[in-house]
């Protein structure tokens, strides 16, 4: 067990390593000079020049990026040029909607995909089993803003049941800020449900036609009990996989969605971060999702080894 989880460790270290090469790459690519934009038109040549050299934006492309990881080792994610405070601040600020939208998201996306794909596979070939299949790819083909609008227009413009927008004020309560989510994680829930629905119908269709699950009808075991513990345990893998891999990219990728909803979640702070060019502020936040997907990824693999046992011994 501790040399599967420390295999896996290297390799998420490499994989960060790779990413910190690559995002500060692409941010220094980008057109546009965070400095010109921070002092605006007014600024004269010296005046950018010496915000240049403040700011530490003078020095060579390969001295900028050890000195930032340098500060990344020390555990300093570095200093906004805009908002004139750390990153890591900046994000602690914007990471409770995001965080609770991503779960709450995945949440109904679980409870929606996973008893939809099971009835699938047990009626497969049924009415029910090409609805359900329907609607599943009817949910990946649908955009999240146009079905973001079409919330908003119903329930919150015409019934009046929920917030159009943002997140409530900071005093508000919690059960009220959820409400400000509800909409927002139904959007990415019900999208979201779609690749779950196809990963469980398709997980356990392949279970369905093992020979162990005939042995079991053959016994004269209750459907029932045959449907719980012998095919969705064992289908679980691929269903655990996909809902990893759905709440990493939530929090990485709720940008469309925050942007509708007006929620001033990490999403928001990315668009305005490249908007303004503020490199530390795009380097750490993406670094920092590049980060939450790889834990997660190796979380998944830890849980793989608790729902079967067989993929610990074959990483010995």
Known sequence: MLRFLLTRLA???VVLAIVAVLVFALTRLASGDPVALLLGDQATTADIAQARIQYGLDKPLPTQFVLWVGELLQGNLGQSLFL???????????AEPTLFLALFAVG???????????????????????AVSGVAMLGASIPSFWLGLILIQFFAVRLGWFPASGYGDPSASF??????????ALVLGLLNSA?????????MLDILGEDYVRTARAKGLPERVIMVKHVLRNA??????????????????????ETVFNLPGVGNLVVRAVLRRDYPVIQ???LVIAAIYVFINLGVDFIYTLVDPRIRLEGK
């Open 195 to 203: 690749l779950i629905i196809r990963f469980t119908r398709a997980s």
């Open 11 to 13: 390799g998420a270290v």
């Open 236 to 257: 679980l893998v691929p269903i655990v996989t996909v809902l990893g891999l759905t709440l990493a990219l939530m929090i990485g990728g709720t940008v469309v969605t």
């Open 284 to 286: 750490g936040t993406l």
């Open 175 to 184: 059960g009220e800020r959820l409400q400000h989510l509800l909409l927002p």
């Open 84 to 94: 004139q405070r750390p990153v890591s601040q900046a994000l602690l600020e914007r």
């Open 108 to 130: 109904i996306a679980a409870l929606i995909g996973i008893p939809a794909g099971m009835s699938a596979a047990i009626w497969r070939g049924s009415a029910a089993d090409q």
